[in-house]
């Protein structure tokens, strides 16, 4: 058990719609991650939160957003499903007390598995 | 980021140690090697990681070159609960904190 949280952990839904993804970080971890994978794409980087704020930014499509609260949990929200966006979404935490070090190891949660129809 | 690159599957016995080979020629010096795995869907989990010296922890070793351009991963006793993709990734010590994953090593672990 890593210490991260997600939920749900399967969810079902059509085209068209729009979805949350909830992520709990690991108590203290300042960063949170969200990495999505798909079948053809791998494992892929979307985007990074650090203590509330936007740090980084990868292969995020425009009708995907996330934020990070207060309490530093996270949301990934994805809007306008299509087919494609079927995968599985993970999320993971570090300290980022060493923001910007290496040495800040990150820890992934269990996914959120999506199926789009 | 530096490029990795790993064989796409590998079979070892159980109670044997597993030896996993990555190579990442174009390693610069302030780039970390990082392996973590990833167990049929669940979410990858981390195992060790090094610079330059070799390392150790309670899952595994990590064999670093002198001359950093290739490492081997060590799981000592290997057991049918290790059977997952590894991925071998390469991280900058600062700047770039996301983790590029390639296809990594698929290990099965035969009884």
């Known amino acids: 058990d890593s210490g991260v949280t997600q939920t749900p952990k399967h969810l079902i839904t059509a085209t068209g719609q729009r979805v949350t993804l909830r992520c709990s970080p690991r108590?203290?971890?300042?960063?949170v991650y969200w990495y999505q994978q798909s079948l053809d794409q791998g494992l892929q980087f979307l985007i990074q939160y650090y203590n509330g704020e936007e740090r980084a930014k990868g292969n995020i499509l425009e009708r995907f957003s996330a934020q990070q609260f207060p309490d530093l949990h996270s949301e990934l929200n994805l809007s306008s499903l299509e087919l494609g966006d079927s995968a599985l979404y993970f999320c993971?935490?570090?300290?980022?007390?060493?923001?910007?070090?290496?040495?800040?190891?990150?820890?992934f949660g269990p996914g959120t598995r999506l199926t789009v129809l | 980021d530096a490029k990795t690159t790993q064989p796409p599957s590998m079979d070892c016995a159980e109670g044997r140690a597993a030896n996993l080979p990555c190579n990442h020629s174009t390693i610069s010096g302030n780039e970390y090697v990082y392996w973590y795995r990833q167990i049929h869907s669940q979410g990858p989990q981390y195992i060790i990681h090094g610079l330059k010296n070799n390392e150790t922890n309670e899952m595994a070793s990590l064999i670093i070159t002198e001359d950093r351009k290739s490492s081997t991963l060590i799981l000592p006793h290997a057991t049918l609960r290790d059977t997952a993709v590894y991925y071998c990734i390469v991280r900058p010590n600062f700047g770039n904190e996301k983790l590029t994953f390639g296809t990594g090593t698929r290990l099965t672990i035969i009884p």
């Open positions: 108590s203290g971890d300042l960063s």
């Open positions: 993971a935490s570090s300290t980022g007390i060493l923001a910007g070090f290496s040495t800040d190891t990150q820890y």
